[in-house]
């Protein structure tokens, strides 16, 4: 059985960083993406970055570019998002996505999404 288990959020000032890691079981990281979605209050859900199992190939908004990185541990089978200089935009609850096939690099979207993690709250204060 597939599953994907994120961790990592909580309450953070704003120009702080928090880190969240998404745990896969029940398949490799081979031919694979994982990444994030974010969904803020009284907002769509939105991708925010992913990376394809080579580690090579990422994918970051616009709204995240230059202040988070990707990442995954190949042994641990996990995918860690670094969030730094943290804004009160931010805040929203995170949800790890895995999807099979690369991670394209000018979009990430909940239509190619096959699998889905429970989110984790990400709370930004001003």
């Known amino acids: 059985e597939v599953q994907l288990q994120a961790s990592g959020g909580g309450l953070v000032q704003a120009g702080g960083s928090l880190r969240l890691s998404c745990a896969a079981s029940?398949?490799?990281?081979?031919?694979?993406?994982i990444g994030w979605f974010r969904q803020a209050p009284g907002k769509e859900r939105e991708g925010i970055s992913c990376?394809?199992?080579?580690?090579?190939?990422?994918y970051y908004a616009d709204s995240v570019q230059g202040r988070f990185t990707i990442s995954y541990d190949e042994i641990k089978n996990t995918v860690y998002l670094e969030m730094n200089n943290l804004k009160p935009e931010d805040t929203g609850v995170y949800y790890c996505?895995?999807?099979?096939?690369?991670?394209?690099?000018?979009?990430?979207?909940?239509?190619?999404?096959?699998?889905w993690g429970k989110g984790t709250l990400v709370t930004v204060s001003s």
């Open positions: 990376i394809s199992s080579s580690g090579i190939s990422t």
């Open positions: 029940g398949f490799t990281f081979d031919d694979i993406a």
């Open positions: 996505a895995a999807e099979w096939g690369p991670c394209i690099d000018h979009g990430y979207y909940e239509s190619g999404v096959d699998y």
